[in-house]
């Protein structure tokens, strides 16, 4: 399997424009977690979906993110308007049930940059 | 109060010396826990699970459980400059919701 996919991987962006980070679990695999990275708050949950239906949002910072999932093979976060303060590393993880350790599989991650 | 809590570090050892890393958490519903490893710019990998009191050991890792005391930790013997890395506790608080810590620097010296 080609493990969680992400893009883009890089994005430099300017303060208000729109940014949609992309996310392809693995197959099967029917969790699906947005993260977010940065070095003075760790590696904070934004929100998981269990068979595309979102599950806990609590983590999504205000209402110019929001997530979507259409199908079990992709699954999208945006943001409108991006900030500076939104600049981090974002990462997707998914993970099975049946059988599962309970061990997410991340992507290699989205650094966003906002100027 | 973040759910889970690890000390930051850095925390520095020797080669071949045992390296701690702790972390405790504040739900006491949590079931499962996790240590992942972090290498600059890269994404988290698993390197530990444990869902029982008591230890856990697979190789130079040994991974220690105490749900009365909501403790986690992780010991690394035989420390390696290869073990130099951002180690993140982890708990799944119900739900498979997996919560992270802040994370334990590593720095391993030859």
């Known amino acids: 399997d080609a493990g969680v996919i992400q893009s883009p991987r890089h994005e430099v962006t300017e303060m208000g424009q729109e940014v949609t980070l992309r996310c392809k679990p693995i197959s099967g695999h029917d969790y699906l977690f947005w993260y977010r990275q940065t070095m003075m708050r760790g590696l904070e949950l934004l929100i998981y979906f269990n068979n595309n239906v979102p599950i806990d949002d609590s983590g999504m910072p205000e209402d110019r993110f929001s997530a979507k999932m259409p199908n079990a093979s992709f699954s999208t976060l945006k943001i409108q308007p991006s900030e500076p303060r939104d600049s981090a590393v974002y990462f997707c993880?998914?993970?099975?049930?049946?059988?599962?350790?309970?061990?997410?599989?991340f992507g290699e991650g989205s650094r966003l940059t906002v100027l | 109060q973040k759910e889970v809590e690890q000390n930051s570090g850095p925390l520095s050892v020797p080669e071949g010396a045992i390296a701690s890393l702790n972390c405790t958490y504040s739900d006491r519903g949590s079931q499962s826990f996790f240590w992942y490893r972090q290498y600059s710019g890269k994404s988290p990998e698993l390197i530990m699970f444990i869902y029982s009191n008591g230890d856990k050991e697979d190789g130079r890792f040994t991974a220690q459980l105490n749900k009365a005391s909501q403790y986690v930790s992780l010991l690394i013997r035989d420390s390696q400059p290869s073990d130099s890395a951002t180690y993140l506790c982890a708990a799944d608080t119900g739900g498979f919701k997996t919560i992270f810590g802040a994370g334990t620097r590593l720095f391993v010296k030859a």
């Open positions: 993880a998914s993970r099975g049930t049946g059988g599962s350790t309970g061990e997410l599989f």
